[in-house]
């Protein structure tokens, strides 16, 4: 029996309860990613999904919430400068890549309403990548 990974479906992120209106108003007002609907057996758990790009984001309760300080997800980003004004402008602080440890990547680091970190990237295209 053989078998192959392909890809990731989904990160779940946890926040403490009661955060369904905060998370809806940073992931799904201000990324404007979609809100999905729960499946039946879970709809009555707290907590609320959203669609990113080809993939969801969870975010689930947890009753001993702690955020991810440094743990985190890594999200892709098209318009990368775009999203930090638009968060800058919201009050969201962003911190920028000092290290560049990834080279034609440009990225920045910020917190959603419940301390967690995420990473924005972007691939930088070359001259050769755009000429295509």
Same mark, same amino acid.
């Given at each position: @029996?053989?078998?192959?990974?392909?890809?990731?479906? #989904?990160? +779940? $992120? %946890? %926040?403490?309860?009661?955060c369904e209106q905060k998370a809806r108003a940073f992931f799904g007002e201000l990324?404007?990613?979609?809100? $999905?609907?729960?499946? !039946? !057996? $879970?709809?009555?758990?707290?907590?609320?999904?959203?669609?990113?790009? @080809? &993939?969801?984001? #969870?975010?689930?309760? +947890?009753?001993?919430?702690? =955020? %991810?300080?440094? !743990? &985190?997800?890594?999200? %892709?980003?098209?318009?990368?400068? +775009?999203?930090?004004?638009?968060?800058? !402008? /919201?009050?969201?602080?962003?911190?920028?890549?000092?290290?560049?440890?990834?080279?034609?990547?440009?990225?920045?680091?910020?917190?959603? =309403?419940?301390? /967690?970190? $995420?990473?924005f990237l972007e691939r930088i295209e070359t001259e050769e990548e755009g000429d295509g």
């Amino acid at each position: @029996m053989s078998f192959r990974f392909e890809g990731i479906d #989904h990160v +779940q $992120l %946890a %926040a403490p309860q009661d955060c369904e209106q905060k998370a809806r108003a940073f992931f799904g007002e201000l990324l404007g990613w979609t809100e $999905l609907e729960k499946p !039946a !057996a $879970l709809k009555d758990r707290c907590g609320v999904w959203f669609r990113c790009g @080809m &993939h969801e984001v #969870h975010i689930g309760v +947890q009753s001993s919430f702690i =955020p %991810a300080l440094k !743990a &985190h997800p890594g999200f %892709a980003v098209r318009g990368l400068e +775009q999203l930090k004004e638009k968060l800058t !402008a /919201n009050g969201i602080g962003v911190i920028d890549d000092e290290l560049r440890i990834e080279e034609g990547f440009r990225r920045f680091f910020a917190y959603d =309403p419940f301390g /967690n970190r $995420l990473e924005f990237l972007e691939r930088i295209e070359t001259e050769e990548e755009g000429d295509g």
